[in-house]
């Protein structure tokens, strides 16, 4: 049975970094595009960042265009995201997903992580 697993997430100041890492078991990262949501408390859970199967492609929500990179190593089953200039906005728990398609729907995503939490003090 097919299994994310998030980690990377803690407390971090304004103006600091972090990367988020997601490994899957029990299916092959490969056949899927990965992406990144997250859910700040009280909100809806939003798109973040997805990229292809093959790493050619990336997209990104506004917000975080020029602060955060996703990315992805197929060999260990791995997806990334690289978070710079973290504002306390960003503060949320964050979810790697794969899809079969290349889309920001999350009613179109297959396997979903348990999540990592984020925190930016200001």
């Known amino acids: 049975q097919g299994r994310l697993v998030e980690s990377g997430g803690t407390l971090v100041q304004s103006g600091g970094s972090l990367r988020l890492s997601c490994q899957a078991s029990?299916?092959?990262?490969?056949?899927?595009?990965a992406a990144w949501f997250r859910q700040a408390p009280g909100k809806e859970r939003e798109f973040v960042a997805i990229?292809?199967?093959?790493?050619?492609?990336?997209y990104y929500q506004d917000s975080v265009k020029g602060r955060f990179t996703i990315s992805r190593d197929n060999a260990k089953n791995t997806v990334y995201l690289e978070m710079n200039n973290l504002k306390p906005e960003d503060t949320a728990v964050y979810y790697c997903?794969?899809?079969?398609?290349?889309?920001?729907?999350?009613?179109?995503?297959?396997?979903w992580g348990q999540g990592t939490q984020v925190t930016v003090s200001s």
């Open positions: 997903a794969e899809a079969s398609e290349f889309t920001t729907d999350p009613d179109k995503f297959d396997f």
């Open positions: 029990g299916f092959t990262l490969d056949y899927y595009a």
């Open positions: 990229i292809t199967r093959n790493s050619i492609g990336t």
